[in-house]
């Protein structure tokens, strides 16, 4: 069974950095691509940044790029998102999440497959 277990989320000021990881487990391998997105209360939830898992393609979210990245270590099984520059609107619930790669990589939450239970970033002005 696959399980997607994130960790690493704070409390943090604004301009300051976090590291998020996503342990996967229970059959996630190369075939499929590995997703970030994120939700604030009473918004839907948003894409972030997602990889294919054998690094063939990466996509960001505009308002993310060059502040994000996201990265894998096939070996251990964990994805991981940088985020710096980090700004009191990026203040969210941030999940990990995989489907199978069908050629393209989604953006839409309801295009992914597996989910974790996400990881709380606070991120104070």
């Known amino acids: 069974q696959v399980q997607l277990v994130e960790s690493g989320g704070g409390l943090v000021q604004a301009g300051g950095s976090l590291r998020l990881t996503c342990a996967a487990s229970?059959?996630?391998?190369?075939?499929?691509?590995m997703g970030w997105l994120r939700q604030v209360p009473g918004k839907e939830r948003e894409f972030v940044a997602a990889s294919r898992w054998n690094g063939g393609s990466t996509l960001y979210s505009d308002s993310m790029k060059g502040r994000f990245t996201i990265s894998r270590d096939n070996a251990k099984n964990t994805v991981y998102l940088q985020m710096n520059s980090l700004k009191p609107e990026d203040t969210a619930v941030y999940y990990c999440?995989?489907?199978?790669?069908?050629?393209?990589?989604?953006?839409?939450?309801?295009?992914?497959?597996?989910w974790g239970l996400g990881t709380q970033v606070t991120v104070s002005s």
């Open positions: 999440a995989a489907v199978l790669y069908r050629g393209t990589i989604y953006q839409r939450p309801d295009h992914y497959t597996y």
């Open positions: 229970g059959g996630i391998f190369s075939g499929y691509v």
